[in-house]
């Protein structure tokens, strides 16, 4: 069974980018424009990893951590920030497990990012 992940972007372009580089590498996917309807999403799927953006409209990506944080469920999820520069980071968001940049090539940070939070295995079936 392969691993499942969770994209949370409201860029159409960001979330197809961040889907497809996940499903070549053997993950399963899901998908949602904010924190809102992520959080309905995870009521009936438990993803491997959620890879949010920051900045989206009615639920932020730092309130959604908060909550995943909160609950029990969902704490111990692998995450990864996708910030809109890496000069625009900010440094106290610690609650991550990593963060990439959209100024930069996002597909080769992916890679970096899957390799620190999910170990080498997910380029054999995304599993653990």
Do not use: W
């Amino acid at each position: 069974m392969p691993a499942v992940a969770l994209v949370v972007d409201d860029s159409m372009l960001i979330r197809y980018t961040v889907c497809r580089s996940l499903e070549e590498r053997g993950f399963a996917v899901e998908s949602a424009t904010n924190g809102v309807e992520a959080l309905q999403i995870l009521d009936r799927v438990r993803p491997d990893l959620i890879v949010t953006d920051m900045q989206m409209p009615k639920m932020t990506g730092s309130e959604l951590i908060t909550a995943l944080k909160k609950n029990p469920r969902t704490a111990d999820i692998p995450i990864i920030i996708v910030a809109g520069r890496a000069s625009g980071f900010d440094e106290k968001e610690k609650r991550a497990d990593f963060a990439i940049y959209k100024d930069i090539d996002i597909q080769a940070q992916l890679e970096k990012a899957l390799d620190a939070v999910m170990g080498k295995s997910h380029g054999q079936g995304a599993g653990k």
